[in-house]
């Protein structure tokens, strides 16, 4: 890899031969900044997110004759996230379980022969992207729905308080279950395992363990990361959902918790 090496001497002056290139946190970030925009995987997850969010969007301020005028503005009009989601999930996969899938992992851990600095990186790339996307989509949404909503009981203008607030909120709430997912890339290194994982443990598991009929039940799954994501991304609070900086919080230590696991098997496994 190019941008993580530059030629050095080849011994020292004790004869002992010096490395052939020095790694740098920069150079890994660079490496996988460019390793994550030169695959099609990227444009295609990152555009069929985007054009979900800004389609629904455009179809829910549109279509809006006051029937949902009980319904958060800015929930309304982002009500394509509940999609991207699952597509900012598959490009986290593919940012970690992609590299076993093709064998590339043995070239990156040969480049980075520490390893941890590899995943970091990917991580750090991953949730600046996903961020950067995720915002700018739920901005640009926003501004085009209301071009219908104008006049209606859901005017709102980026200016109004909390508006930029739920739409950061929201971004990051979509950031933090990418990033979830690509932790369980790393963890399993397999696609459609870590896919099914996702679907399964995010998406699945909460609506079944609704069904049982305990209260501690019923409020443990608030906490689950995507119950905690939909207390998010809204000017007024959701209710039967916990507190926004508590959602953002739990949702910051599920992703934590998922990078050290997968930080930790990194370290034991063989490639």
């Not at 660079?30 to 969007?57: F, P």
């Not at 455009?58 to 949902?68: H, R, W």
Request: proline residues 4%; hydrophobic residues 50%; neutral net charge.
């Amino acid at each position: 890899m190019n941008t993580l090496t530059h030629p050095t001497e080849t011994t020292s002056g004790t004869g002992v031969p010096a490395p052939a290139y020095r790694l740098s946190a920069k150079g890994i970030l660079r490496a996988e900044w460019h390793k994550l925009w030169t695959l099609r995987s990227t444009w295609i997850t990152l555009i069929t997110a985007s054009a979900l969010v800004l389609s629904v969007g455009i179809v829910m301020g549109s279509t809006y004759d006051g029937d949902d005028a009980e319904i958060d503005t800015v929930v309304f009009t982002l009500f394509g996230t509940q999609l991207s989601q699952i597509c900012l999930a598959v490009l986290g996969i593919l940012v970690t379980a992609g590299e076993y899938a093709t064998g590339m992992i043995r070239a990156s851990l040969t480049a980075v022969p520490q390893r941890l600095p590899l995943l970091w990186s990917k991580a750090a790339v991953f949730t600046v992207v996903a961020f950067t996307a995720s915002w700018t989509t739920n901005t640009v949404t926003f501004l085009t729905a209301q071009t219908w909503l104008s006049g209606t009981d859901k005017e709102l203008a980026l200016t109004d308080d909390d508006v930029l607030a739920a739409l950061t909120t929201s971004a990051a709430a979509l950031t933090l279950l990418g990033l979830f997912a690509l932790c369980l890339g790393a963890l399993l290194r397999s696609v459609p395992g870590a896919v099914g994982a996702f679907v399964g443990s995010v998406l699945i598991l909460p609506e079944v363990l609704s069904m049982l009929p305990f209260d501690a039940v019923q409020s443990a799954i608030r906490y689950f990361p995507a119950q905690a994501a939909s207390a998010l991304g809204s000017v007024s609070r959701v209710e039967h959902t916990i507190a926004p900086g508590t959602a953002l919080l739990t949702l910051a230590l599920w992703s934590a918790v998922a990078l050290a696991a997968s930080t930790a098997l990194l370290k034991r496994r063989d490639v």
